[in-house]
């Protein structure tokens, strides 16, 4: 168990829709990152948070935002769904800034009909 | 492109065989980490190299870190059935913003078979 909690485990949504993926980071943990894994593009980092500001952004569409609270649970909302939008979405954590190893929930796995 | 890419795609053995794996990467690092999934599941933290390191053990794994060829490799030792699973290497990479992300490679799918 990596202390890492996602919800939900699963979501099936419709074109157009929006969404909202939560994530528990590890209790400790100050920075939260959010990736999109798919079959074609891989595991894809996002966006980075770490003591509720953002840190780091990677190929983050503009429909999609996130943000950390200040009990340090974090929120990827998805607007505007798109088929290609189907994937796991992971949330990791770790302690500090930076390249150190990193804590996976286990996913919210996003179907868009 | 891909700061990182594993080689094999796909590696079949069987139980008790040693697996190896290949990372390899583009720009200068600060250091490389691997990572296993089991199907379905979130990656696991399997170990971190640092650029001045060249081996680094851990139970039955081994990873070795060329930072001249730009390369590094897990080693899985009597691998075992529990041992399927995608491996992924992971470096670290500045961006725009000045803070570091990881990029992960698209991983090796290992499968042991009993």
Redesign the interface.
Known sequence: DSGVTQTPKHLITATGQRVTLRCSPRSGDLSVYWYQQSLDQGLQFLIQYYNGEERAKGNILERFSAQQFPDLHSELNLSSLELGDSALYFCASSWGNGNQPQHFGDGTRLSIL | S?QGEEDPQALSIQEGENATMNCSYKTSI??L?W?RQNS??????LI?IRSNEREKHSGRLRVTLDTSKKSSSLLITASRAADTASY?CAT?LL?Q?G?????????TKLTVNP
């Open positions: 891909q600060n250091n980490q990572y379905g599941r979130g990656l696991v933290h971190l992924f670290d961006t913003g803070s570091e992300k990881l990029v992960f490679g698209k991983g």
